[in-house]
């Protein structure tokens, strides 16, 4: 009863950090849109991030949804599931990104945190995950099958 609780409080948690960073990125935020001139010795490895992304406003709306909608998907236990592995996909890529670019470490530690309840949220969920995968193969379908005889050809 008490890991069920911790469970929620967990989506929720991380819901909430994706709901804001989705919506803020689906409300064309975050990344850097317009004209720019950037040079990679005077903009630091976050800015030419921004900057990228921010050259395809689509781009920078797709990827607003693609953390939006399974942050959603988290807030209903029947969904939460799907939200959190989707959701793991989305945040294991920003963490990488977030370390190789040097962003600063309290955007780091949010999304490494986010990464790790995702992960922490499948493997409660483990069960749930193996029975939608991977179907057990019954006795008697796991016996060897009998030889036959060559056909004549």
Not at 35 to 41: A, Q, S, T
Not at 58 to 85: D, H, K
Not at 103 to 122: K, N, S, W
Request: glycine share 10%; with cysteine.
């Amino acid at each position: 009863m008490m890991v069920s609780r911790v469970m929620t409080v967990v989506r929720f948690l991380v819901a909430a950090v994706f709901l804001a960073y989705g919506g803020l990125k689906i409300a064309g935020g975050q990344y850097f849109y317009g004209d720019w001139v950037i040079d990679k010795k005077t903009v630091p490895g976050p800015g030419l991030v921004w900057a990228f992304y921010g050259y395809s406003p689509f781009y920078g709306v797709a990827t607003g949804f693609f953390e939006f909608v399974p942050a959603v998907l988290l807030l209903f236990r029947r969904t939460a599931t799907l939200g959190a592995l989707a959701l793991f996909a989305v945040s294991l890529n920003v963490t990488l990104m977030d370390f190789a670019f040097g962003f600063p470490v309290p955007a780091t530690a949010l999304v490494t945190t986010c990464t790790v309840l995702c992960g922490l949220l499948l493997w409660h969920d483990r069960q749930r995950l193996l029975a939608a995968f991977w179907r057990p193969v019954s006795p008697a379908r796991s016996r060897k099958p009998r030889s036959r005889p060559a056909s004549r050809g």
